[in-house]
């Protein structure tokens, strides 16, 4: 792999054998009440082109773990790679740069700009990291997402579903290698929210992009190829082709 410096790695020639690899993650928090383990040893490789689905109990650690993975947060110790790239050797700015030309990110909130069209939020991730993005490439992307006709609309004057498939539009159009959702679905019905999964399994399957999940809820975890556990901060199981039913009852043994 070339390097620029070891805070300015050269993103372009990574390989992407394995886009996200955690080896060893920990995470602890200082509170009132004392240290708070968040997460403690996490070893895990995201595989390419997969799915995965992160669940566990309130608490387990999962957004932490995401958090860490997309390098939104740094680990107390342990190391992340993402795209053969050890984010510790990053800056701030290399962090960025990284995170804005490998990843897309889908919260629960949308977090949409009110006053752009759908176009234009689709639109800001390029503007943002100086590029002047075609009119042809946004409407592509809205395409893939159903919303090519509703490119004027801003997002007062769409659906929650229709929101939420806005974002993942500006979560594609970077064209990332991985994909971080967190309760991409949590504010939906579950008819809009099957929609939101079926999108998210279709970028994996006709696409090669890796998607990674936190979700509380069973029935989207089922669309993922495997289901990663947590609890007090550890994984305790993982899942592969799992239905929602079996990973109901997975979950139901690690509430009691």
Known sequence: ??????????????????????????RTYSS????????RGVTHTFAPSSFTAVMGPSGSGKSTLLQCAAGLDRPTSGRVRVGGVDLAGLSEVGLTRLRRDTMGFVFQSYNLLPALTAHDNVALPL?????????????????????????HRRPSELSGGQQQRVSIARALVS???????????GALDRSTGRQ??????????????????????????????????????????????????????????LER
């Open 127 to 151: 503007r943002l990291a100086g590029a002047a993005p075609g009119r042809s490439t946004v409407r592509q992307v809205l395409a893939r997402v159903g919303l090519a006709e509703l490119h």
């Open 32 to 39: 009132k009440a004392g240290k708070v383990h968040a997460l």
């Open 1 to 26: 792999m070339k390097l620029r410096s070891r805070d300015d790695q050269d993103i372009s020639a990574r390989t992407i054998d394995h886009p996200v690899i955690l080896d060893g993650i920990t």
């Open 175 to 185: 064209r990332p290698h991985v994909v971080f959702a967190d309760e991409p679905t």
């Open 196 to 253: 939101v999964l079926e999108l998210l399994r279709s970028t994996v399957d006709t696409e090669g992009l890796t998607v990674v999940m936190v979700t509380h809820d069973p029935v989207a975890a089922s669309y993922a190829d495997s289901v990663l556990f947590l609890e007090d901060g550890q994984v305790v199981g993982n899942l592969v082709g799992a239905d929602g039913a079996q990973i109901a009852a997975h979950m139901s043994e």
